[in-house]
């Protein structure tokens, strides 16, 4: 059974930084195609970033590019999102999430995605 579990959140002041990590369990992911989604109260959830298993990457946005940096770590089944410059408008819970049968579309989309974590939460002070 396929378990994804998210870690590093945290309370931190604008202009600081935090590295979410993901950890899949379960299974080796090293071919899947990993993302990082946030979602606020009462908004969609929204595509942040994502990663290839031949390590292309993705992001939502120039200022997302700008500012955070995916990777991922296959010997240690775990993806990480590098966040710097933090703004108050990145506050929002954080998903990981897998694509384990591998069928990239575009990598944007939640439907996309087989196996997602409980999330991890980040809150940005102004």
């Known amino acids: 059974q396929v ?11 604008a202009g600081g930084s935090l590295r ?3 950890v899949v369990h379960g299974r080796a992911f090293s071919r899947w195609p990993m ?17 290839r298993g031949n ?7 120039d200022s997302v590019q700008a500012r955070f940096a995916i990777s991922r770590d296959n010997a240690a089944n775990t993806v990480y999102l590098q ?15 897998a ?18 974590g409980r999330g991890t939460q980040v809150t940005v002070s102004s």
């Open 55 to 61: 390590g292309e990457t993705l992001y939502s946005t």
């Open 83 to 97: 966040m710097s410059s933090l703004k108050p408008e990145d506050t929002a819970t954080y998903y990981c999430a």
């Open 35 to 51: 993302g990082w989604f946030r979602q606020t109260p009462g908004k969609a959830r929204e595509f942040v970033a994502a990663i």
């Open 99 to 116: 694509d384990a049968l591998k069928a990239w579309v575009t990598g944007r989309n939640v439907w996309e995605y087989d196996y997602w």
């Open 20 to 22: 979410l990590s993901c």
């Open 3 to 13: 378990k994804v579990v998210e870690s590093g959140g945290g309370l931190v002041q």
